[in-house]
C-alpha cells in the first residue's frame, strides 16, 4: 500500500485546511486508516481513525468536534478536514494504513504497517 498525503498548509488561528490521503496498491488488504501528527521532539499523536468496514470513526479528544474525517467508499482516498484550527494543531500530519483489525490499538503508530510523507500544518497569525 503506498500512501501519499497533501493539503498542509500555513492558516490562521480559526481557519480550515482540508488534508488529502491517496491510498494506492492492494488497497484491498488495508483493514482500516489512520491520521496521526508529529511535532519536533515528540512522539507522533494520534489524531483519527477508522475501519474500512465499519460506519464509526474514531478522533481524539483534542480534535473531536473540530476535525472531521470522510473516505472514498473505493478506498482510493480518505480526508481530513480540520476545522477552527489552533495554533497547537501546527504539525507535521501523517495518514497510515493498518494491515488488521488485530495488527494493534487504532491510536497506536506501531499498529499501522503503512505512512505517508506527511504534510506540514501551520497554524498562525
Known sequence: VQLQASGG???????????????????TNSA???WFRQTPGKEREFVA???W?????FYADSVRG???????NARNAVWLQMNGLKPED?????????????SGAYYRPASYANWGQGTLVTVSS
Open 32 to 34: 482500516g486508516m489512520g
Open 53 to 57: 468496514n465499519s460506519k464509526s470513526t
Open 9 to 27: 498548509g500555513l492558516v490562521q488561528p480559526g481557519g480550515s485546511l482540508r488534508l488529502s490521503c491517496v491510498v494506492s496498491g492492494g488497497t
Open 90 to 102: 501546527t504539525a507535521v500530519y501523517y495518514c497510515a494504513a493498518k494491515a488488521t483489525v488485530y
Open 49 to 51: 481513525a477508522f475501519y
Open 66 to 72: 473540530r476535525f472531521t474525517v470522510s473516505r472514498d
